[in-house]
């Protein structure tokens, strides 16, 4: 078992290189290098490396456009306001606790609204009005590469990567195997136990490590 383990960890080396790595040469635009980076960073923790070696991590949504990163924010305000019953056209509910409500006017004009209040010849509520922000982090042209990980593709490499060590380590056992039967024939070691134990602990540490996704831009 001892061995076993000791072999695995030798893996681990092989699997911190596993990586799918993307630059603008690999694109046919700046442009399209943007947009898939932006598709595909989308609810990731980031990790930005600088041109100094420094880096920082962000886990909020963010946007490459114009040479810059932005962090992308949502701004929640909330209003009173008054309206006539006379100018109401439809007043629904639209979540399930019925707490907060959607309004159409004859303006055409749409509300999200909560904490509605009713009198004779109107109502009161509370305006939900959201509105994005976006925020500059760092001029493209400081940044070494960016990067983050999926752990669950990490578990592949893991299992392919600990395949040869286990037979490896199943040659071994047998190898060493002393048992014999009472004619004095060497009797037949099933390794495939530890085989799939060291699949196991092979998948698992991939996952650990998971599998890195990086995007360069000054190499």
């Known amino acids: 078992m001892k061995t076993l383990l000791i072999l695995l ?3 681990i080396p092989i699997l911190t290189g596993c990586a799918s790595t993307y630059s603008v040469r690999n694109f046919s635009s700046k442009e399209k290098f943007y947009d898939d980076f932006n598709k595909c960073s989308k609810d990731k923790n980031l990790k930005i490396t600088l041109s100094n070696d420094s880096s920082f991590n962000i886990n909020h949504q963010v946007l490459l456009e114009n040479d810059t990163l932005f962090e992308l924010g949502q ?7 008054t309206v006539s019953k006379s100018d109401l056209v439809i007043l629904n509910s639209v979540s399930n606790d ?4 959607s309004i159409l006017l004859k303006n055409n004009e749409k509300l999200i609204v909560r904490d509605i209040t009713n009198s004779i010849d109107s109502i009161k509520f509370i305006l939900i009005k959201s509105s994005f922000t976006k925020n500059s982090i760092v001029s493209i042209d ?3 590469y960016i990067s983050y990980k999926n ?12 395949i040869p060590i286990n037979y490896a380590i199943g040659a071994i056992i ?3 195997s002393t048992t014999r039967d009472d004619y004095g024939a060497a009797v037949f070691v099933n390794t495939g136990g530890v085989f799939i134990f060291g699949e196991i ?4 540490i991939g996952y650990m490590i998971g599998y890195d996704y990086i995007y360069q831009f000054n190499p």
């Open 142 to 144: 400081k940044v070494k």
């Open 9 to 11: 960890i030798l893996c």
């Open 174 to 176: 047998k190898s060493r």
């Open 201 to 204: 602990i092979g998948a698992v």
């Open 151 to 162: 752990n669950w593709v990490g578990t592949l490499p893991g299992i392919l990567v600990s």
């Open 75 to 81: 701004l929640v305000e909330n209003k009173s306001r």
């Open 98 to 101: 019925s707490m907060i409500f």
